[in-house]
């Protein structure tokens, strides 16, 4: 028999599982109340608050200032985790946003969606990783799935994906690194530079095991 914990912190719904295939944590704010930051989540910067249109709920970074914000959710753990979210942004004019999920905490991966350069990138802390080409499509959500696994003692593979809302999951890790550091312990994040001036819009968010596909 599955255990399973569940409680509501102001409106989000958040599940723990002990089923190893089941969400270690999951969010998509339907019952948030609407103009504040939900509990349960750790804003280190920024004024993030629930917004709703549509008759959806979302998590919302607003487009001013012109800085980089983040903010953190779920259990701490080092790697054996996959984050999961879609993110929609827009641009003005020349001027794009960026966004990203993380895993390992504030210093740990980041899966970043940089549309200035046509790029979805890998970081750690303030160090670029990897980036391939990737064709972010201005006013759409975006799905972001970024994992840490260890495939051997003393090895881990740090994976990622992006695709636009609509169009097929993609067959495999557009992004996959081989390291030998241990990943670090900390909780999965959200984080986004409103750089156009407008909002960053967060749904969805999940973090449930990693496994190779």
Do not use: C
């Not at 409106?11 to 723990?16: C, D, F, N, R």
């Not at 260890?150 to 992004?175: F, H, Q, S």
């Amino acid at each position: 028999m599955k255990t399973t914990w569940q409680w509501i912190m102001g409106g989000v719904i958040a599940v723990q599982l002990l089923a190893a295939e089941a969400p270690l944590f999951q969010a998509d704010f339907s019952n948030a109340e609407v103009g504040k930051a939900p509990a349960g989540f750790r804003v280190l910067d920024g004024g993030f608050a629930v917004r709703e249109e549509g008759g959806n709920r979302f998590l919302e970074l607003p487009g001013a200032p012109l800085e980089s914000y983040g903010a953190l959710f779920g259990p701490a753990q080092r790697d054996g985790v996959r984050v999961s979210a879609r993110i929609l942004g827009t641009a003005k004019g020349r001027r794009f946003p960026t966004f990203a999920i993380g895993l390992g905490g504030v210093s740990g991966y980041r899966l970043q969606v940089s549309p200035g350069k046509k790029e979805l990138e890998l970081w750690r802390g303030e160090e670029r990783q990897a980036g391939v080409p990737f064709d972010w499509q201005s006013g759409r959500w975006t799905h972001l799935q970024l994992q840490a696994r260890k495939v051997e003692d003393g090895r881990w593979k740090i994976e990622g994906r992006a695709w636009t809302e609509g169009a097929a999951l993609p067959g495999g890790w557009l992004i996959a690194l081989d390291v030998t550091d241990e990943p670090r312990n900390g909780q999965a994040g959200i984080f986004g530079s409103p750089f156009a001036g407008t909002p960053i819009a967060y749904d969805d968010l999940t973090v449930t095991p990693a496994a190779e596909r």
